[in-house]
């Protein structure tokens, strides 16, 4: 079954320290996204990258850090300069056309 | 700027009432507006597409329209099974980011 898988479910990050969220697809997908969802708010676009080897920044970049190396991976990583990382973060991605966004089942970040 | 801002931020109806949910939106050049539905813990599960005014899609008791400002989501006769957040999200004409409302919680008691 083809879909986007991010582990871990839960990572707990102390304070200074930085993490990295993983984000795998096998759907052939062109574009892959990291989106930052706090409560009683909207998705909130963290990078984004349309090509391997390329990605622009979202709304919220400070504090995160990416790659895209390979067309199925698009990891991220929460910096120690993130100053309220505690939040539940969404993989997507999508074909470059007319299409919506699939979504990864996300990973709980919390600060101990 | 694009923006999606979903009314009411949370609804809950009694088995069998059936209601609405409003997604208004100021999207350039709106190539698509998408619903989610988002389960607690969980990602967002696609639901539909919709991109041009008059347009309507139906999914069991679910039924998403749009105009050119707005996008309503009927839900018929809910179950408590329907009970989940609901996402809003468009996408500009120059673009393939999403941009997404806050959400509706939509909870239905049996």
């Known amino acids: 079954d083809g879909g986007i898988t991010q582990s871990p479910k839960y990572l707990f990050r102390k304070e200074g320290q930085n993490v990295t969220l993983s984000c795998e697809q096998n759907?052939?997908?062109?574009?892959m996204y990291w989106y930052r969802q706090d409560p009683g708010q909207g998705l909130r676009l963290i990078y984004y990258s349309q090509i391997v080897n390329d990605f622009q920044k979202g709304d919220i970049a400070e504090g995160y850090s990416v790659s895209r190396e390979k067309k199925e991976s698009f990891p991220l990583t929460v910096t120690s300069a993130q100053k309220n990382p505690t939040a539940f973060y969404l993989c997507?991605?999508?074909?470059?056309?007319?299409?919506?966004?699939?979504f990864g089942s996300g990973t709980r970040l919390t600060v101990v | 700027e694009d923006q999606v801002t979903q009314s009411p931020e949370a609804l809950r109806l009694q088995e069998g009432e059936s209601s609405s949910l409003n997604c208004s939106y100021t999207?350039?050049?709106?190539?698509?507006l998408f619903w989610y539905r988002q389960d607690p813990g969980k990602g967002p599960e696609f639901l539909f597409t919709?991109?041009?005014a008059g347009e309507e899609k139906e999914k069991e008791r679910l039924k998403a329209t749009l105009t050119k400002k707005e996008s309503f989501l009927h839900i018929t006769a809910p179950k408590p099974e329907d009970s989940a957040t609901y996402l809003c999200?468009?996408?500009?004409?120059?673009?393939?980011?999403?941009?997404f409302g806050a959400g509706t919680t939509v909870t239905v008691r049996a």
């Open positions: 919709l991109y041009s």
């Open positions: 999200a468009g996408r500009a004409s120059n673009d393939y980011k999403l941009s």
């Open positions: 997507a991605s999508s074909t470059t056309g007319e299409y919506g966004y699939t």
């Open positions: 999207v350039s050049g709106l190539r698509g």
């Open positions: 759907l052939n997908h062109d574009a």
